[in-house]
């Protein structure tokens, strides 16, 4: 039996290879059909009518594999869209495609015992009369089929590539499933650039009663979508009318798909999964840079990785740190969330009772929650969705299920809610369950009540009177405000004459060049957070290192003032102060270029805790000998701002978190967003639009809005102390007073003990005399009142000398803090307007 079975195994090989031999024998001219008369052999190509795409054999980067695939013929950078054998390369050039007795599509390969080997084939396409031959027929749209040659519709066919995509998804082609045939259109990552064979990386619609796209890592999901909500997916505000392509969703018994279609045919445009990047991309063709260029990226931020806040939990890209939990939420382990863990996620202030005091809370502008426990009828109005959630104790939201038009049919969710993010604009509505305790404000019946009472208060004791005061003078702030921005951005113009705009010869980076640095701005990138969006390392193609700062749609910091630092600091050149290398403008992103610092900022050091002793500072690795260079620096940073440079320079918000450090330390003054340009004769000025931050502000600014160079003054005596006491001024705790660190250094200095001010985690001798030389300094800085205060030539010369200097008086802002503001403070937060609010109550 064993032997009858390897005879019939080599007659059968045998039969291939005279078959094979048949075919060789004939020469034809291959253009873009193989029939059974004609083949394709290694070293030869079928191109498209068109003259779009071309198919053949190829070997990926640098390896010497032979796969058989499909390009684009007209673009020079050899890209691949679709592989045939991509989990079974071909060892030689010995490959051939061609087309069997029986019909099928074959690769053939022989190996060194001229054996053939069957690579790769369809057998039995469906719907095949073999009494009509088969020809193969590659496409203008990149789609290989198989079809009946004698079939008179032929757009009919009998298998085609498209339905079994690689890594690529081109126009006209479906990711998703054929329902009927059960057939999954997934993309599907290639290894590496050397090898085509499936990757981890997976892209596909999830089949349930909510369908929406997901990326899978393996077996881990990895990003998703959203829903689709009859004008895009819930999670994909970007996805809108656009002139370069439309797209569909379509959901129905038969098929569930989304698939896109150029709108201008000599656009040449593609998504693929990178595994290399955990991506996926857009690109488009610019023909001018012989480039593919980044239009799209997948996933766009750190809010867009699967269920990165855990259950009920909510991430908002602007906030730091990004994970909240919903309102009427907690988290369920308090001490991993402040760890920035979130993988638990939150749970309910009070349980569910399901009973006729259970509610709905509104939530809006979101991407809705993961949707494999929904249940949805698209013929329901939300009214009737409504009631029917409410009478599930099991159905935890609902809302509509389409958007067009005010909202139709009904989409409800069981379990937890899991991968919500808030978006800036184009996010959806949903309903949640909650407890009466818990709606609070939410519930729209008791703000009717509520504004209704209130108003009635109001007629009965006059009060009308008193609102119209109130809405005439925060109209006339509001006025006084928008004045003071129109002056502000007139001295701005101003400014950009002085220093001459057109001399700027600064880089504009694209954005896909900054996104392909950033590997799409991802969390492992990022370097930390300010009051304006997160800063992230990135690294150009030449292998340069930058540092991207992103500034948030939300933050505080618009065109005035990012075009306020470009301006400043492309002007300034000390070695003390960072390097601008260039910046980005595209649609709403605005992102500044900054040479790369590797050892962050001052407050990393100063501040944060270690990995290994969560005990212990990093302050610990900061001796006083670099701790003195970096005073030294920041010193010399300020006086070259307000003396030395040819512009005169107020920063306005000098901080630990805005001194960045070199490979050898060495300190950079960054940010100039807030700074402000005086004449060489102007002295102070006065805004009513007061920037900075608490802690380090001098008083004169914080409460009357003057600032000059002694305000800055005052913000290096506080920086000063901080880097002596390796302690923060705001947020300060002692166990006998509660004193900021400005009044527990000038309650030693009075003392006579101010060498309990130093850090105890000095790992090198120092020099007491010379650390208590710094305390006076700083005690000089932050003197109460302005004309008290050093110059910053003064203090360079009193840092390098031991001159005598003149005793301290009074510091300003030394009191002690309010338990209820200490409460409700942020380590550092953007003051808002200077002026007094009287607090109205509005429903929401």
């Not at 690769?107 to 790769?120: A, H, K, R």
């Not at 991506?279 to 610019?286: A, E, K, T």
């Given at each position: 039996m064993v032997l009858q079975k390897s005879i019939m195994a080599i007659l059968c090989s045998l039969l291939l290879w005279i078959e094979l031999l048949n075919v060789y024998s004939k020469a034809f001219d291959v253009a873009d059909t193989i029939n059974p008369s004609t083949h394709l052999s290694d070293g030869k190509t079928l191109s498209s009518k068109g003259g779009s795409f071309e198919l053949g054999f190829f070997s990926p980067g640098n390896s010497q594999k032979r796969y058989l695939g499909i390009?684009?013929?007209?673009?020079?950078?050899?890209?691949?869209?679709?592989?045939?054998?991509?989990?079974?390369?071909?060892?030689?050039?010995?490959?051939?495609?061609?087309?069997?007795?029986?019909?099928?599509?074959?690769?053939?390969?022989?190996?060194?015992?001229?054996?053939?080997?069957?690579?790769?084939?369809?057998?039995?396409?469906?719907?095949?009369?073999?009494?009509?031959?088969?020809?193969?027929?590659?496409?203008?749209?990149?789609?290989?089929?198989?079809?009946?040659?004698?079939?008179?519709?032929?757009?009919?066919?009998?298998?085609?590539?498209?339905?079994?995509?690689?890594?690529?998804?081109?126009?006209?082609?479906?990711?998703?499933?054929?329902?009927?045939?059960?057939?999954?259109?997934?993309?599907?990552?290639?290894?590496?650039?050397?090898?085509?064979?499936?990757?981890?990386?997976?892209?596909?619609?999830?089949?349930?009663?909510?369908?929406?796209?997901?990326?899978?890592?393996?077996?881990?999901?990895?990003?998703?979508?959203?829903?689709?909500?009859?004008?895009?997916?819930?999670?994909?505000?970007?996805?809108?009318?656009?002139?370069?392509?439309?797209?569909?969703?379509?959901?129905?018994?038969?098929?569930?798909?989304?698939?896109?279609?150029?709108?201008?045919?000599?656009?040449?445009?593609?998504?693929?999964?990178?595994?290399?990047?955990?991506?996926?991309?857009?690109?488009?063709?610019?023909?001018?840079?012989?480039?593919?260029?980044?239009?799209?990226?997948?996933?766009?931020?750190?809010?867009?990785?699967?269920?990165?806040?855990?259950?009920?939990?909510?991430?908002?890209?602007?906030?730091?740190?990004?994970?909240?939990?919903?309102?009427?939420?907690?988290?369920k382990s308090q001490e991993r969330w402040e760890l920035m863990d979130w993988s638990e996620g939150c749970v309910r202030n009070v349980p569910l009772k399901c009973g006729d005091k259970d509610g709905f809370a509104k939530f809006g502008v979101l991407k809705l929650p993961e949707t494999t426990q929904t249940w949805v009828n698209t013929s329901m109005n939300l009214r009737d969705c409504r009631a029917k959630c409410f009478a599930n104790c099991s159905c935890m939201a609902y809302t509509n299920s389409d958007i067009r038009g005010g909202g139709s049919g009904c989409a409800m969710w069981f379990g937890d809610l899991i991968d919500i993010r808030q978006l800036p604009s184009s996010g959806q509505d949903i309903y949640i369950r909650m407890p009466a305790s818990e709606l609070g404000a939410n519930n729209w019946s008791w703000i009717k009540i509520a504004v209704i009472t209130l108003a009635s208060i109001a007629i009965v004791s006059g009060m009308l009177s008193v609102s119209y005061y109130i809405f005439k003078r925060k109209r006339n702030l509001k006025e006084e405000e928008e004045e003071e921005e129109e002056a502000d951005s007139n001295r701005g113009k101003d400014q950009n004459a002085e220093v001459g705009k057109e001399d700027l010869e600064l880089p504009l980076f694209k954005l896909a060049i900054i996104v392909s640095a950033t590997n799409n701005f991802s969390f492992n990138k990022k370097l930390g957070e300010g009051g304006f969006g997160p800063v992230y390392k990135g690294t150009l193609l030449d292998g340069q290192e930058i540092a991207v700062k992103r500034l948030s749609i939300n933050s505080g910091q618009g065109l005035c003032e990012f075009k306020n630092e470009v301006i400043l600091i492309a002007k300034l050149q000390h070695r003390n102060l960072v390097r601008l290398l260039g910046y980005c403008v595209q649609g709403e992103e605005k992102m500044l270029i900054y040479e790369y610092m590797p050892n962050k900022s001052l407050d990393f050091f100063l501040f944060g805790l270690t990995l290994s002793k969560p005990n212990q500072t990093r302050s610990k690795l900061l001796n006083w000998s670099k701790r003195f260079n970096i005073i030294c620096g920041i010193a010399r940073g300020i006086l070259y701002l307000h003396h030395d440079s040819r512009l005169r320079i107020i920063h306005r918000d000098l901080k630990a978190s805005n001194i960045l450090l070199d490979a050898e330390m060495n300190p950079k003054i960054s940010d100039f967003g807030f700074a402000r340009i005086f004449r060489s004769d102007q002295i102070e000025a006065k805004t009513r639009r007061v920037v900075g931050t608490y802690g380090y502000m001098a008083p004169e600014y914080a409460i009357d809005g003057l600032f000059s160079t002694k305000s800055d003054v005052f913000s290096f005596g506080v920086l000063l102390l901080e880097i002596v006491a390796g302690k923060k001024n705001r947020g300060f705790n002692h166990p006998s007073h509660s004193l900021n660190l400005i009044g527990h250094a000038w309650k030693l200095w009075n003392e006579g003990t101010a060498v309990e001010l130093i850090d105890a985690l000095y790992v090198n001798i120092y020099s007491t005399s010379e650390v208590l030389r710094c305390i006076h300094i700083a005690l000089l800085c932050v003197q109460q009142h302005p004309e008290d205060r050093p110059s910053m030539s003064y203090v360079v010369q009193m840092l390098g000398s031991e001159s005598t200097m003149p005793p301290p008086k009074q510091p300003g802002f030394f009191i002690g803090r309010n338990p209820l503001e200490e409460a409700n403070s942020s380590p550092e937060k953007l003051c808002s307007a200077n002026g007094i609010t009287i607090t109205v109550m509005e429903p929401r």
């Open positions: 390009w684009y013929k007209k673009i020079p950078i050899r890209t691949v869209v679709w592989v045939a054998n991509r989990d079974n390369p071909i060892d030689d050039l010995s490959g051939v495609l061609m087309i069997n007795s029986t019909g099928s599509l074959v690769l053939l390969s022989t190996n060194e015992t001229t054996l053939v080997n069957i690579i790769w084939s369809l057998s039995s396409p469906k719907g095949a009369h073999h009494q009509n031959p088969v020809v193969a027929q590659l496409l203008d749209s990149g789609n290989l089929v198989l079809r009946d040659e004698k079939d008179s519709d032929p757009e009919r066919y009998l298998w085609q590539s498209f339905d079994y995509p690689t890594d690529t998804l081109l126009p006209g082609m479906k990711v998703g499933w054929d329902l009927r045939s059960d057939l999954n259109r997934r993309l599907t990552s290639w290894r590496s650039a050397d090898d085509p064979s499936s990757g981890e990386l997976t892209y596909d619609i999830e089949r349930h009663n909510f369908p929406e796209p997901s990326m899978w890592k393996g077996s881990s999901k990895y990003y998703r979508s959203g829903p689709w909500n009859g004008l895009r997916f819930s999670g994909a505000p970007d996805l809108r009318p656009n002139p370069l392509y439309q797209f569909e969703f379509k959901y129905s018994q038969e098929e569930a798909f989304y698939r896109y279609q150029l709108r201008n045919k000599s656009v040449v445009s593609r998504f693929v999964l990178n595994q290399t990047s955990n991506s996926g991309q857009r690109y488009i063709w610019i023909e001018a840079d012989q480039a593919w260029q980044a239009y799209m990226i997948l996933p766009r931020d750190h809010c867009d990785n699967y269920g990165v806040c855990g259950a009920h939990g909510i991430c908002v890209i602007s906030e730091s740190p990004v994970c909240q939990c919903l309102k009427g939420f907690r988290p």
